[in-house]
């Protein structure tokens, strides 16, 4: 099956700072991938949808500034997290269709193992 | 907007019990619905999902889920666990959202451990 892939799987970061995650769908090309947010104990709440070669879409309540999205390739999504704070602490996780003759198949994705921030 | 509610958070079960986790979602058009499954350490991983067809769909390990769309409901169903069913499970409906694209939506999850 198809493989989405998550980069760095742990980071620690000082508050202030600024963290790049990337997410890379290994084996298949995705011009859509979804980041989501996990606290503990809760579901996973989407962020953003991350589309090839244009702007992020950005759901409510999710300060654009803050989470940098670059959807730069075919294969490769990337979430910066700018300015770093201790409630920003959380597992983030993104996703990618599955594509057939470019199409998405039935809208179901494939996620990646996760990347858990912690910001001190 | 759409919305799951999954109405057990932990389930603790024995060997060769029978599992039923309830997901309920509300949203009053067309959608598809799914189970994921995060076993420890790993990823979330599709168990199961329903597009269209027979309302009785069968996944992998010998799960399987029932859409009664009177109920909106989407519970999954096994006769009988085992100790590696030990997993997260979440409910997942997936419909139009107003940007113009599909949204998936999660329940916030089952926890179920299953005792040798």
């Known amino acids: 099956g198809a493989v989405v892939s998550q980069h760095p799987s742990w980071v620690i970061c000082k508050s202030g700072t600024s963290v790049k995650i990337e997410c890379r769908s290994l084996d298949f090309q995705a011009t859509t991938m979804f980041w989501y947010r996990q606290f503990p104990k809760q579901s996973l709440m989407l962020m953003a949808t991350s589309n090839e070669g244009s702007k992020a879409t950005y759901e409510q309540g999710v300060e654009k500034d803050k989470f940098l999205i670059n959807h730069a390739s075919l294969t490769l999504s990337t979430l910066t997290v700018t300015s770093a704070h201790p409630e920003d602490s959380s597992f983030y996780i993104c996703?990618?269709?599955?594509?057939?003759?470019?199409?998405?198949?039935?809208?179901?994705?494939?996620f990646g193992p996760g990347t858990r921030l912690t910001v001190t | 907007a759409q919305s799951v509610s999954q109405h057990n958070h932990h389930v603790i079960l024995s060997e060769a019990a029978s599992l039923e986790l309830g997901c309920n979602y509300s949203?009053?058009?067309?959608?598809?619905l799914f189970w994921y499954v995060q076993y420890p350490g790993q990823h979330l991983q599709l168990l199961l999902k329903?597009?269209?067809?027979?309302?009785l769909v069968k996944g992998i390990k010998g799960f399987e889920a029932e859409f009664i769309k009177s109920k909106f409901s989407f519970n999954l169903r096994k006769p009988s666990v085992q100790w590696s069913d030990t997993a997260e499970y979440f409910c997942a409906v997936n419909a139009p959202h107003s940007g113009g694209y599909q949204k998936v939506t999660f329940g916030i999850g089952t926890k179920l451990q299953v005792i040798p």
């Open positions: 949203y009053g058009g067309t959608v598809n």
């Open positions: 996703s990618a269709p599955a594509m057939v003759s470019g199409r998405a198949r039935g809208n179901e994705q494939y």
């Open positions: 329903y597009f269209s067809g027979d309302p």
